[in-house]
């Protein structure tokens, strides 16, 4: 089987809603989260044996803020594990990037679902802070500290 027919079934028996584009071999999903609403796209490499998925939100970052956010999400990445924020400097996209090498493997329901979840919840967790960047001057130090505080 397929990259692309696991990677549909698995989808379609999880009874989540997406589009997908066989000839290109991309999936298209929403993901509702608790801060934002996320769109995910899921490339499917059949000749490299791989699935990378970019999870955007809507909102493009102002020029004027596009350094601090920089800032904001290199000092992210450096905590991540698995994935990592990118952002076009010349359009302020902001997205989150999830690659799962699948070399002579069939990938399991769990591996397939956290690289879909991975991008949504990193992104839910740190998206508090790019608001506080965009919108009131926190610095980048800042809006990483209300992202990282424990609930009490």
């Known amino acids: 089987m397929t990259l692309f027919q696991i990677l549909y079934e698995t989808l379609s028996e999880n009874g989540w809603e997406f589009d997908h ?3 290109n071999e991309i999936f298209r999903l929403e993901i509702r989260g608790v ?6 796209f899921i490339i499917v490499d059949e000749e490299q044996e791989s699935l990378l998925c970019n ?3 809507n909102q493009k970052i102002p020029f004027l803020k596009r350094i601090e956010i920089c800032n904001f999400i290199n000092r992210v990445n450096y905590e991540l594990a698995n994935g990592n924020f990118e952002m076009d400097m010349d359009d302020g996209e902001i997205r989150f990037r999830t690659f799962l090498d699948l070399e002579n493997t069939e990938p399991s329901q769990e591996q397939l679902m956290n690289l879909i979840w991975n991008g949504s919840q990193s992104f839910d967790t740190y ?4 608001v506080k960047i965009v919108f ?17």
């Open 35 to 40: 801060n934002a609403d996320f769109h995910c």
């Open 127 to 130: 998206y508090p802070g790019i």
């Open 55 to 57: 999870t955007h939100i």
């Open 136 to 152: 009131e001057e926190f610095s980048a130090e800042e809006a990483m500290a209300i992202c990282t505080q424990e609930d009490d």
């Open 21 to 23: 584009d066989k000839k």
